[in-house]
């Protein structure tokens, strides 16, 4: 199983998402409302295989508000 970790801004807050299976594409025209996706490493998988948020965050952190 491969896992895909990227934010999405909702109400102007970067929110962390993990998409399973494929990778995440961008909707034309919205490139500012997402993140690059990375595929999650396996220091941040857990023993039962899932993606666990505290580290995500800490290795990818959120980008920086301009706003």
């Known amino acids: 199983m491969s896992a895909?970790?990227?934010?999405?801004?909702?109400?102007?807050?970067w929110c962390p998402v993990v998409y399973h299976e494929e990778k995440p594409g961008v909707?034309?025209?919205e490139e500012d409302?997402?993140?690059?996706?990375?595929?999650?490493?396996?220091d941040c998988l857990s023993t039962s295989?899932?993606?666990?948020?505290?580290?995500?965050q800490a290795k990818f952190p959120a980008p920086v508000a301009t706003e």
């Open 33 to 42: 409302l997402f993140t690059a996706a990375v595929e999650v490493p396996a």
């Open 4 to 13: 895909w970790f990227r934010y999405e801004r909702h109400f102007g807050r």
């Open 49 to 56: 295989g899932e993606p666990m948020f505290g580290r995500l």
């Open 27 to 29: 909707p034309k025209g």
